[in-house]
């Protein structure tokens, strides 16, 4: 069974610091693009960070730039999501997703819930105090 698994959602303060991971099962990470998303109540999916599987290319909402960090570590089939300096508005289930080699990092934090057939559970991150 092809799957990804969100982990590492917590309550946090703001200005803390929390670790994602999104863990495959049934295939191999190396070979596709990945992305995380967020959904936020009342309001639509968003990319979030992207990592290429080729050249190891990331791209960053704005609204993420310099607090977020993407990276890959293909032994364990695994992409990370390290956020620092979270913000009340980072409050979000965070979802991960896995496309063709071939897409952009941008045109995958660019696809919506159209371009994907479902979703897993996410992991729900929340900031306050």
Known sequence: QLQLVE??????????????????????LDYYVVGWFRQAPGKEREGVSCISSTDGSTYFADSVKGR?????DNAKNTVYLQMNSLKPDDTAVYYCAAGPLWVTVQAMCGMTDTDFGSWGQGTQVTVSS
């Open 7 to 28: 982990s590492g959602g917590a309550l946090v303060q703001p200005g803390g610091s929390l670790r994602l991971s999104c863990a495959a099962s049934g295939f191999t």
């Open 68 to 72: 977020f960090t993407i990276s890959r």
